[in-house]
């Protein structure tokens, strides 16, 4: 595989921005899902209705950036998904941030 010139037309650079930033994205909606259904006493049942909804548009977005960067399409036609991702980190941290002192509460 790495001898081959599969990768040629990639942009590498943007591919490894995509993957941080979905990596990212996953991980807070996760973990703030995971805090959610901790709370709520109900566990797995309701971490999977209420992530699925909230997963989806981040996993679509990631996989459209990262088909793209490796397709090797330039940033000015990439850079809408990419914005959408970083907009959809920052939602979520931000999110997790103010509901955090009620998630952690006895």
């Known amino acids: 595989f790495l001898g081959t010139d599969a990768l040629g037309e990639a942009q590498v650079g943007q591919f490894v ?3 941080a930033l979905g990596g990212v994205g ?3 909606v996760l973990t703030l899902i995971s805090a959610i ?3 709520a006493g ?3 049942g309701l971490m999977a209705i ?3 909804p909230v997963v989806l548009p981040m996993l679509l977005s ?3 950036a990262s088909k793209g ?3 090797g399409l330039p940033w000015s ?3 809408t998904y990419v914005l959408w991702i970083v907009a959809l980190d920052v939602l979520t941290v931000a999110l997790a941030w103010l509901l955090f002192p009620y998630l952690w509460r006895d």
Do not use: K, Q
């Open 69 to 71: 960067a490796l397709d």
């Open 42 to 44: 109900s566990g797995l």
């Open 77 to 79: 036609v990439n850079s």
């Open 37 to 39: 259904a901790a709370r």
């Open 50 to 52: 209420l992530g699925f």
């Open 26 to 28: 996953l991980a807070a």
């Open 17 to 19: 921005l995509v993957v």
């Open 62 to 64: 990631v996989m459209r």
